[in-house]
């Protein structure tokens, strides 16, 4: 199982970047695929999700409006387009699979863990 994070730069503030995660080695269509994001000192975020089974969608209110997130099952690839960038974006975007959450639940069952995780990329956002 892979996970494979790319797309993460320096960026000014107002900025934009285009995350991908690219998934190998499980049933794409059936997982639900998080971002997730760790600044330094501060817990990890899960900020958004897709669930590949029923197209659901979440975001957290810190990136509602700003963040889209999309999939490409045909490549198995999941992205996070991420406009209007702050310096408090600046963080580690980490992408991971879990089989039973869905986006109802990712808000609360994301902190106990998920299945299979990327190792990360970094954005940073200069203001």
């Known amino acids: 199982v892979q996970l494979v994070e790319s797309g993460g730069g320096l960026v000014q503030a107002g900025g934009s970047l285009r995350l991908s995660c690219a998934a190998s080695g499980f049933t794409f269509d059936d997982y639900t695929i998080g971002w997730f994001r760790q600044a330094p000192g501060k817990e990890r975020e899960g900020i958004s999700c897709i669930s590949n089974s029923d197209e659901s969608i979440y975001y957290a209110d810190s990136v509602q409006g700003r963040f889209t997130i999309s999939s490409d099952n045909a490549k198995n690839t999941v992205y996070l387009q991420m406009n209007s960038l702050k310096p408090e974006d600046t963080a580690v975007y980490y992408c991971?699979?879990?089989?039973?959450?869905?986006?109802?639940?990712?808000?609360?069952?994301?902190?106990?863990?998920?299945?299979?995780w990327g190792k990360g990329t970094l954005v940073t956002v200069s203001s």
């Open positions: 991971a699979a879990d089989e039973s959450i869905v986006a109802a639940t990712f808000q609360d069952e994301s902190r106990y863990g998920m299945d299979y």
